[in-house]
């Protein structure tokens, strides 16, 4: 069965330091790839995506995610943490009809 | 644009109870998602409409759970008779078309805790 793994359930920074969340996944068809966060008290929502072309994709507020086909990993990545992403971070692949969702990643920042 | 609205925003029932809860997705989305996420996991697929038609209730525990989406535009799930189990946060997402690859716009859940 098709699983998504995300390594940390949580993750507390201090703000401007460098962030990497892992995200595995077991599929060995062709799959498309996306970022959801939760910020406190919101809806779960888009971060980026990846379907195809550059590995290195962009999303929003400054954070990005690297696809390693070879690995089987989406991690995402920001520089430089501000106390406002503090949020949960789902990591959810998607084949054929289906999307399947890791466990989470919830993240804090302290200011 | 309006965003996917849910109701009730919370629920507390007995056991052996039965609840529905209702969605109205963003204007104009053809596909409808139900999720159940379960305190500390992911969100897990319950169902996916496509119009009044469904696409996926592979994970759906029929025998106590239904849902509708009777003119293609909102959308109701009931649960006859809860278990303990239940107690989950139930999503409502829409998107503009079915495929793995849609961005899918979300609720603001559902608090369901049975007691």
């Known amino acids: 069965a098709q699983s998504v793994s995300q390594h940390n359930h949580h993750v507390i920074l201090s703000e401007a330091a460098s962030l990497e969340l892992g995200c595995n996944y077991s599929y060995g068809g062709t799959v498309n790839l996306f970022w959801y966060v939760q910020y406190p008290g919101q809806h779960l929502q888009l971060l980026l995506k990846y379907f195809s072309g550059d590995p290195l994709v962009k999303g929003i507020k400054g954070f990005e995610a690297e696809f390693i086909k070879s690995k089987f990993s989406f991690n995402l990545r920001k520089p430089s943490v501000q106390w406002s992403d503090t949020a949960e971070y789902f990591c959810a692949v998607g084949s054929n009809y289906q999307l399947i969702w890791g466990a989470g990643t919830k993240l804090i920042i302290k200011p | 644009e309006a965003g996917v609205a849910q109701s009730p925003r919370y629920k507390i029932i007995e056991k052996r109870q039965s609840v529905a809860f209702w969605c109205n997705p963003i204007s104009g989305h053809a596909t409808l998602y139900w999720y159940q996420q379960i305190l500390g996991q992911g969100p897990k697929l319950l169902i996916q409409?496509?119009?009044?038609?469904?696409?996926?209730d592979s994970q759906l525990p029929k025998d106590r759970f239904s849902a509708e989406r009777l003119k293609g535009v909102d959308s109701t799930l009931k649960i006859q008779p809860a278990k303990l189990e239940d107690s989950a946060v139930y999503l409502c997402?829409?998107?503009?078309?079915?495929?793995?690859?849609?961005?899918?716009?979300f609720g603001p859940g559902t608090r369901l805790l049975v007691l």
């Open positions: 409409f496509q119009n009044n038609g469904v696409v996926d």
């Open positions: 997402a829409s998107s503009s078309d079915q495929g793995a690859g849609q961005t899918q716009y």
